[in-house]
């Protein structure tokens, strides 16, 4: 069975330019989340959708971000316009159930890099 | 101060060395993870634990709930164990919520 997927596994951009990451959850898992580390920093918590639904976006950093998850399958990030602390590896990750015990598969990654 | 800290935050070992990585937290816990990142790859997860130890291959972790620490041991160390090793969290309340230590980058030499 395929893992999480994302794409693409690197992005280079300018600042003030427009880039959407995206994450392919497990087939069948209902929960998908967003996160990220930039330079020096632990990973950090962006977002959590159950199906299509966010329950709980409070990670996110400012409205220059915007996910979706059209459907209840794979899910985007844009990020809109990018600025220079935006640069880092943005990680997907989903679950099947929502107990403390189900476990969270990651996905390899986005590296984003705005110039 | 991070709810998360882990010790060390580098580590180099000779190869064949017993290796432990030290994490401690400050919340109550529902479940603790370890997970393994190579440079330039994704996080593999190596083990979620709520108590006790758990043994894979040349890994052991173990989590004392009381003392809010657990540990990563590796025995016989290989170059290709060199990576950042990451310990998570999951609150009790608010578990979807992973909350990550900043990491300790490990790397083995020949």
């Known amino acids: 069975e395929a893992g999480v997927t994302q794409f693409p596994s690197h992005s280079v951009i300018e600042k003030g330019q427009t880039v959407t990451l995206r994450c392919d959850p497990i087939?069948?898992?209902?929960?998908l989340y967003w996160y990220r580390r930039v330079m020096g920093k632990e990973i950090k918590f962006l977002l959590h959708?159950?199906?299509?639904?966010?329950?709980?976006e409070s990670g996110m950093p400012n409205n220059r971000f915007l996910a979706e998850r059209t459907g209840g399958t794979y899910s985007t990030l844009k990020v809109q316009p990018a600025e220079l602390e935006d640069s880092g590896v943005y990680f997907c990750a989903s679950s099947e159930g929502r107990t403390p015990y189900n476990e969270q598969f990651f996905g390899p990654g986005t590296r984003l890099t705005v110039l | 101060k991070n709810e998360v800290e882990q010790s060390p935050q580098n580590l180099t070992a000779q190869e064949g060395e017993f290796i432990t990585i030290n994490c401690s937290y400050s919340v109550g816990i529902s479940a603790l993870h370890w997970l393994q990142q190579h440079p330039g790859g994704g996080i593999v997860s190596l083990f979620m634990l709520s108590s006790g130890k758990k043994k894979h291959g040349r890994l052991i972790a173990t989590i004392n709930i009381q003392e809010k620490h657990s540990s990563l041991h590796i025995t016989a160390s290989h170059p290709r164990d060199s990576a950042v090793y990451i310990c998570a969290v999951r609150r009790k309340t608010s578990y979807d919520k992973v909350i990550f230590g900043p990491g300790t980058s490990l790397s083995v030499i020949p």
């Open positions: 087939s069948g898992h209902d929960n």
């Open positions: 959708f159950v199906k299509e639904s966010k329950q709980d």
